[in-house]
Nanobody, 115 residues
């Protein structure tokens, strides 16, 4: 049984940083790819970052060089470090885990970047 709970969102000013966390259960890093998605009001859900089963990270062009995805295997937590935040980063951010023929999602955490 996979459970995902995101946290760490909030209101920040442009140029500031946030670190999002995704507490997981029932996830095995070596066989379950992990990712972060986001969805802004009125827009399609957008892939942001992913981490493969062998630990390789990939990023959307819009966040490359600013965001870092990582995983703490000891406590089964996924992170998204977000630096140099821009207003266009404003969205609900979701943690995603892929299993055998199914994807799992958390409830999302709101990130608002505004001055």
């Amino acid at each position: 049984q996979v459970q995902l709970v995101e946290s760490g969102g909030g209101l920040v000013q442009p140029g500031e940083s946030l670190r999002l966390s995704c507490a997981t259960s029932g996830v095995i890093f070596s066989i379950n790819p992990i990712a972060w998605f986001r969805q802004a009001p009125g827009k399609e859900r957008e892939w942001v970052a992913g981490l493969t089963t062998v630990g390789n990270a990939n990023y959307a062009d819009s966040v490359k060089g600013r965001f870092t995805i990582s995983r703490d295997n000891a406590d089964n937590t996924v992170f998204l470090q977000m630096n140099s935040l821009k207003p266009e980063d404003t969205a609900v951010y979701y943690c995603n885990v892929r299993g055998a023929g199914v994807s799992y999602w958390g409830q999302g955490t709101q990130v608002t970047v505004s001055s």
